[in-house]
């Protein structure tokens, strides 16, 4: 049990142009969902909480605007990078929560050219 | 705000050697997770552990939460090729900056 997927798991783009991520909980309803960023070689850096049917709690530094967070159903997150850049190029992963344990996804690795 | 610090950043091996990563947080914290990260994957729940001075083992992994709920240990016996990877601690979504492993044969 506990199975979070993501989709897509990699995606190239254009600068300027806008990508989806979407987080699953397969098997289990995640009130709570986390968005976090990771480079390489390096620890993952929260970007913000997503709640079901609120909005998005974002971490300081994180532009609202930029990444959108929408938490739809308890099953389902979805990060929004707009107008990538290169520098946005990174590997996401989200979590989803039960009980009190952070269970993760496969990631995304986005590339912007 | 609240920093999760992990040391070492590196730790190399010798296949059947033991060895301790550690994990230090500048508040108390109500409980810590442990993840393991193998190269090209995603992070996977190992352990969480909430009661001060707590101690729990997994096979070879021996996880302990300090007293003061302030610092964390893993420590791996006889450590094997798959152990291969990255070690994060996590506090309060806040994760430390991993120990990442290798393994001479």
């Known amino acids: 049990g506990a199975v979070v997927s993501q989709h897509p798991s990699w995606v190239i783009c254009k600068s300027g142009t806008s990508v989806k991520i979407e987080c699953r909980s397969l098997?289990?309803?995640?009130?709570?969902m986390f968005w976090y960023r990771q480079f390489p070689k390096q620890s993952l850096m929260l970007m913000a909480t997503s709640n079901e049917g609120s909005k998005a709690t974002y971490e300081q530094g994180v532009e609202k605007d930029k990444f959108l967070i929408n938490h739809a159903s308890l099953t389902l997150s979805t990060l929004t990078v707009t107008s990538a850049h290169p520098e946005d190029s990174s590997f996401y992963i989200c979590?989803?929560?039960?009980?009190?344990?952070?269970?993760f996804g496969p990631g995304t690795r986005l590339t912007v050219l | 705000g609240q920093q999760v610090m992990q040391i070492p950043q590196y730790q190399h091996v010798q296949e059947g050697e033991d060895f301790t990563t550690y994990c230090n947080s500048s508040t108390t914290l109500s409980n810590i997770q442990w993840y393991k990260q193998r190269p090209g994957g995603h992070p996977v729940f190992l352990i969480q552990l909430v009661k001060s001075g707590e101690v729990k083992k997994q096979k070879r992994l021996t996880f302990q939460f300090g007293e003061a709920k302030k610092n964390s240990s893993l420590h791996i016996t006889a450590t094997q090729t798959t152990d291969v990877g990255t070690y994060f601690c996590a506090g309060k979504l806040s994760f430390g900056a991993g120990t990442t492993v290798t393994v001479r044969a």
């Open positions: 979590s989803a929560l039960w009980g009190d344990t952070q269970y």
């Open positions: 098997d289990f309803q995640a009130t709570t």
